[in-house]
């Protein structure tokens, strides 16, 4: 009778610490939501500027009669790298669009503010008629491109790792509640720690789950306590 009580609170605990986690679940995905929702302008217009951006690198390049083998050569990247500048779904960084203008022979303001090929390449300067400052306010706007990319992408990282957290922490207390019953009910309690340790093995190897799976492990004594120790 004590065993029985003992096992009704423990699975009602454990009940209550799912439940938990599914609310916390349900307030991360409103929260991504929200902010899906309020970014989804400001992520539509910087792709339209990605867009505009690879279609006049591909103008460019045409213009110039050069195939995406020789830019990639002449820039030292892969043929993939170009081909993805000119669809739009990776930008150059600065020192690649530098290096683009010089291969085209037109100004950086001439990619970044996606002139046509056929003015840019009448109105480019000289490399010694550029003015200095303005070489170097265009370099800095380059430069705040670069980080406003990286910036996105160190926010989606961030954004996964959270979903991948809470994902992780339902699955290791779902694991608490039904291992202890299944183990029980199936009459193989003697290996409880041995299905607690390849279950361990099996999410950390496939999911990552090391943390937090190792807290599975905290389940051993008290049910060899409840099983055996009564």
């Known amino acids: 009778m004590l065993f029985a009580t003992w096992v009704t609170a423990l699975n009602i605990l454990a009940f209550a610490a799912l439940v938990a986690a599914v609310i916390y679940l349900f307030v991360l995905i409103v929260r991504a939501l929200k902010k899906y929702?309020?970014?989804?302008?400001?992520?539509?217009?910087?792709?339209?500027?990605?867009?505009?951006?690879?279609?006049?690198?591909?103008?460019?390049?045409t213009r110039c009669q050069m195939t995406q083998e020789f830019v990639a050569e002449s820039l030292g990247v892969s043929r993939q790298a170009v081909s993805k500048w000119?669809?739009?779904?990776?930008?150059?960084?600065?020192?690649?669009?530098?290096?683009?203008?010089?291969?085209?022979?037109?100004?950086?303001?001439?990619?970044?503010?996606?002139?046509?090929?056929?003015?840019?390449?009448?109105?480019?300067?000289e490399p010694e008629e550029a003015p200095a400052d303005e070489d170097a306010e265009i370099f800095a706007a380059a430069r705040a491109w670069d980080a406003a990319e990286e910036a996105e992408q160190k926010a989606r990282k961030r954004a996964r790792a959270k979903w991948k957290e809470g994902l992780l922490w339902l699955l290791t207390l779902a694991l608490m509640v039904i291992l202890p019953n299944l183990t029980y009910w199936l009459g193989i309690s003697e290996v409880y720690a041995v299905v607690v340790t390849v279950a361990f093995l099996i999410t950390g190897f496939l999911l990552d789950n090391w943390h937090p799976g190792w807290m599975l492990f905290l389940t051993i004594p008290l049910y060899y306590v409840l099983i055996f120790g009564r």
């Not at 989804?40 to 792709?47: A, C, G, I, P, Y």
């Not at 960084?93 to 390449?121: C, F, I, K, Q, W």
């Open 37 to 61: 929702i309020g970014s989804k302008e400001m992520r539509e217009e910087k792709q339209a500027v990605k867009r505009t951006l690879g279609e006049t690198l591909k103008a460019h390049r």
């Open 86 to 125: 000119e669809r739009a779904e990776s930008s150059p960084d600065t020192d690649n669009l530098l290096a683009l203008a010089r291969l085209y022979g037109v100004s950086l303001d001439a990619l970044l503010l996606h002139t046509p090929a056929g003015e840019a390449a009448q109105a480019a300067p």
